[in-house]
Nanobody
Framework: QVQLVESGGGLVHPGGSLRLSCAASGSIFSINTMGWYRQAPGKQREFVALVTRRGFATYAESVKGRFTLSRDNAKNTAYLQMNSLKPEDTAIYYC?????????WGQGTQVTVSD
């Protein structure tokens, strides 16, 4: 059974940093482009970043220059390093494949940026 587990969220002040992790079943991680998505209260889920199997990353304009997405294929884990966090980054963050698979959505991890 495919499973994606997000972790690393928390409460941070504006300007702070967090590192999110996405641990995935090996069967999907090794062959797929992985992505991070987020959903803020009252808003639709949006794309944040993706990383190909070979490590090439692409970012949404809103996070470019502040977030860095990487992956460790040996550990079946993708990491989202988030720096210079802003209140508008507050959301539940999810990982999934790219394109998304409805069956792969996990619980997500809450990121709150606030004074």
């Amino acid at each position: 059974q495919v499973q994606l587990v997000e972790s690393g969220g928390g409460l941070v002040h504006p300007g702070g940093s967090l590192r999110l992790s996405c641990a995935a079943s090996g069967s999907i991680f090794s062959i797929n482009t992985m992505g991070w998505y987020r959903q803020a209260p009252g808003k639709q889920r949006e794309f944040v970043a993706l990383v190909t199997r070979r490590g090439f990353a692409t970012y949404a304009e809103s996070v470019k220059g502040r977030f860095t997405l990487s992956r460790d294929n040996a550990k079946n884990t993708a990491y989202l390093q988030m720096n210079s966090l802003k209140p508008e980054d507050t959301a539940i963050y999810y990982c999934n494949t790219v394109p998304q698979k409805s069956d792969y959505w996990g619980q997500g991890t809450q990121v709150t940026v606030s004074d």
